[in-house]
């Protein structure tokens, strides 16, 4: 089993900025990737970005290419969503996403409400 926790969450005026944070622990060992997706009020969960473990191949949606950037802390198990440039469209529950052995793992979710 592996675990997410998301840390970094809040509310954020259009224009700021936040960095989430989201930590794996447990059976890690063969992450493929981690990353974050989101779900707005109402609408269904969307995919935001991904970096790949090995290697660091990273893909962003299109709606926050240029705005948003994601890192890992290898030694950390950590992954990092930088988001700038933040729009009141950004607002949702951002959601850490893993693949380890080929299982898909989430977290709880963490709130960011940009407000206009």
């Known amino acids: 089993q592996v675990q997410l926790v998301e840390s970094g969450g809040g509310l954020v005026q259009t224009g700021g900025s936040l960095r989430l944070s989201c930590a794996a622990s447990g059976r890690t060992s063969g992450t493929y990737s981690m990353g974050w997706f989101r779900q707005a009020p109402g609408k269904e969960r969307e995919f935001v970005a991904r970096?790949?473990?090995?290697?660091?191949?990273?893909s962003y949606a299109d709606s926050v290419k240029g705005r948003f950037t994601i890192s890992r802390d290898y030694a950390k198990n950590t992954v990092y969503l930088q988001m700038n440039s933040l729009k009141p469209e950004d607002t949702a529950v951002y959601y850490c996403h893993a693949q380890v052995v080929g299982v898909n793992y989430w977290g709880k979710g963490t709130l960011v409400t940009v407000s206009s």
């Open positions: 970096i790949v473990w090995d290697g660091g191949s990273i």
